[in-house]
């Protein structure tokens, strides 16, 4: 290893030294420049409201433009945001953001205000940005920053002012003791539609709302109403304490009173109209729990208007006509609630429509209808008398039916159109043809076709098809045709009522062709 003399080493320790003191002082004149830079910036005029700021953070302030900045609450912006906020209400044109002013290297700001005396200067120096509020009102007895703050609160006054006046609601305010000290422009119009006459007395307002809670230390809202003439006039009025009295606002809620008033006449015709029908009515809400029900449902079901007001859900409705026999037993009972919960899905889709013969020998027709918001409708509809009618026209087409199969004569009937509706046995019979099966229509055309077909030519068809081609005619017809096999047939054609005809068939024993037609006019 090799080893520097002492003289070498103590001049390399001399010249770093040197070196450091210098570069230490150099640093530090530096530091002082831009500070004294910084500070001249901000004496160039000591009664202006000055910024210095590096980018978005403040380095230094006069005391007015400190004070400033302090009446601006601080939360999560920078200090240029908060310079912003303070500066936005009468200079809206200040930049958002150090750029603007790093580009333009000089922004002069005017005020938003008829006050153009004041203006706000931006300038960029060496880094820093310059930002002075100035105010060139030199008679004014205010700072500039006092100044800025008034012209602040005159601006906001005007604006509520206006708002105030502006709105379409009545406002006023009134004293502890009852008296009104002010009152907006829609106040005094309705004052002016109302027929009161304050004009007598200029200085006082005259109270057009009497309200019962003007004494409330809480905010409070009711709902008064004003008589002009015949015409009643609704307001929600709000109520606030304040200083010296209450602050009132007023609501013109006209439609909202109409529309509840329309409302509940609808609901009452609603239910006169429910409480008249011979149908059982049950809606249940969307939790299947019983929401509106008439008294046809008691007289139809039996179940108790208490039970029903109760409530129920619609299992336990059915359990309840299950116990009163209003309803068919079921076969299975373990899977009869599995059975309701496939009613209730097919009453939502407005499926479900069946009907129910009870033990008692009445006859339901019971329906399941959707309704808004997931409710379901059930209408019970007794349907005996219906049923029982039906049952006795059956039984009376039946018995006719079995009357007309016992006749010698075959017996054909035919609609106004010309369709054969009827035949008996007989008929069917004599004609070998059974109309029931085919699945066309047979007309009185096709019938005629076939009698031709089985009979020999006579003269008595063409007059038959005479006397059908007039539907006019009011008498019978007869006539004689004779059969393939050589017997004779007695033919009778007789108008019904409703336009209908009845063409018979009957056999005789005459030896020859004989017609006897009777054919009208």
Known sequence: MAYLPISQLLGTVAIGGCTAIVAFWLTSWREWRAETGRRALLKRDENATCFLFDDTTLLDS?????????????????????????????FPSFPG???????????????????AHAHVTAEWHDGVIRVCLMDECADAPLSAVGR???????????????????TPYPVWQVSNAGTVTWANRAYRTLADRLGVDDHAQPDTITPLFDLPDQNA?????????????????????????????????????????????????FVQTLAKTFAQLSTGLAIFDRSRRLALFN???????????????ARPDLLTMFDQMRELQMMPEPRNYATWREEISDVIAAASDGRYQETWSLPSGLTYRVTGRPHPDGAIAFLFEDISAEVASTRRYRAQLELGQSM????????????????????????????????????????????????????????????????FSNPGATTDWRGEVRLASGDMLTCHVAPLSHGATM???????????????????
């Open 62 to 90: 006069t005391p007015p433009a400190a004070a400033l900045l302090a009446s601006v609450p601080g939360g999560n912006d920078n200090d240029w945001a908060r310079l912003r906020r303070a500066l936005a209400p009468r």
């Open 503 to 521: 063409v018979a068939f009957r056999r005789t024993q005459a030896a020859s062709i004989r017609d006897l037609e009777q054919i009208p006019g």
């Open 295 to 309: 008294p046809a449902l008691t007289n139809l079901t039996g179940l108790s208007a208490e039970f029903l007001s």
């Open 97 to 115: 953001a150090p750029d603007a002013v790093r580009a333009a290297g000089h922004l002069d700001i005017p005020t938003s205000t008829l006050a």
């Open 404 to 467: 007309m199969n016992h006749l010698d004569q075959a017996v054909a009937v035919f609609s106004p159109s010309g369709v054969l509706d009827f035949c008996n046995a007989p008929y069917r019979d004599l004609w070998a043809t059974d109309p029931d099966s085919s699945f066309a229509e047979m007309t009185l055309t096709d019938c005629i076709t076939l009698w031709r077909q089985k009979c020999g030519a006579t003269p008595a068809w063409t007059r038959m098809q005479a006397y």
């Open 148 to 166: 800025h703050h008034l012209q602040i609160l005159e601006s906001e006054v005007t604006t509520l002012q206006q708002a105030v006046q502006n």
């Open 217 to 265: 230390d809480t905010s409070t809202c009711q709902r008064v109403s004003l008589t002009a003439g015949d015409q009643v006039h609704w307001f929600d009025v709000s109520s606030t304490r304040v200083d010296g009295g209450h602050m009132h606002y007023a609501t013109d809620v006209n439609a909202v009173v109409n529309a509840e008033i329309a409302q509940r006449n």
